[in-house]
């Protein structure tokens, strides 16, 4: 298939009992694209990475993915997770489990590579991450960025066809957020398709191809990264950029 999105959103809506938070979502994202998501805290953002990757059943709606509806019965959807890589403002690593068995335990489980292979893919992604000494260490014993690093190049030992980021840099001391945008930026250049929410707006206008508006589950605004950000039209996204200038 030559289908030049790598998803396709058609009417996604999503509620917690009476509580519409994603109402009627229609997205488009382009295979090798960073498409960046901003809004106010509670506009949907997150709800809307989470059904992407299926951490939420969405109430009803498509989420096309190579031609299939990964929402249909039959989806496999563990295999779907496994090619979806996801980064949380807050790591979510294994606790009890080493830097180097966290980068190794799902290709190992869902992949079925051997341990051997499994580790030195988790090596070179640990390396390329800057973590490369601290592959016996556990998270306890890691910073917040270092966290972040290990969780970076967790999923990256996938060889996710997608990556999802949610507020990566928002949990780490103001320090720590350049290497980690450092870090983004380079993945984002190697043509990985990047989906990311992040209130670092110099760094979305460095790096997106297309922004997303969202404001009370509605996506308000789309556009270039230099429409958003130069000229938007819709007064709420005006509105929210001003506290970013
Ligand atoms: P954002 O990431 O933009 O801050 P969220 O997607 O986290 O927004 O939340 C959007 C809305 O959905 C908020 O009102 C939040 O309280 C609500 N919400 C999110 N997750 C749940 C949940 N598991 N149960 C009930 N309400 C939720
Ligand atoms: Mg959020």
């Given at each position: 298939m030559t289908d030049k999105n790598i998803l396709t959103i058609k009417h996604l809506k999503k509620s917690f009992g009476q509580h519409?938070?994603?109402?009627?979502i229609d997205l488009e994202v382009q295979n090798g694209e960073v498409l960046t998501i901003i809004g106010a805290?509670?506009?949907?953002k997150s709800t809307l990475l989470r059904c992407l990757n299926l951490l939420e059943e969405p109430t009803n709606g498509q989420i096309i993915y190579e031609g299939k509806?990964?929402?249909?019965?039959?989806?496999?959807r563990i295999q779907y997770r496994a090619k979806v890589g996801m980064v949380f403002q807050q790591f979510?690593?294994?606790?009890?489990?080493n830097v180097l068995d966290n980068c190794t335990v799902a290709q190992i489980?869902?992949?079925?590579?051997d341990k051997e292979s499994a580790e030195k893919i988790a090596l070179k992604q640990l390396e390329r991450v800057g973590m490369?000494?601290?592959?016996?260490?556990?998270?306890?014993?890691?910073s917040g960025g270092q966290k972040q690093r290990v969780a970076i190049a967790r999923s990256l030992s996938m060889s996710p066809n997608l990556m999802l980021f949610d507020?990566?840099?928002?949990?780490?001391?103001p320090e720590m957020v350049d290497g980690i945008l450092d870090i983004m930026k380079d993945l984002a250049h190697t043509g990985l398709t990047m989906i990311l929410v992040t209130h670092e707006m110099g760094f979305a206008r460095d790096v997106s191809d297309h922004v997303v508006f969202m404001d009370n589950g509605v996506i308000a605004e789309k556009g270039t990264a230099e429409q958003i950000?130069?000229?938007?039209?819709n007064p709420r996204t005006q509105e929210f950029l001003k506290r970013y200038l």
């Open positions: 519409e938070v994603l109402k009627d805290s509670g506009s949907g509806n990964i929402l249909d019965d039959d989806f496999d979510n690593l294994f606790n009890n489990l489980s869902v992949l079925k590579k490369g000494p601290y592959v016996k260490a556990k998270p306890a014993q890691l507020e990566p840099t928002s949990a780490l001391d950000f130069g000229q938007p039209e």
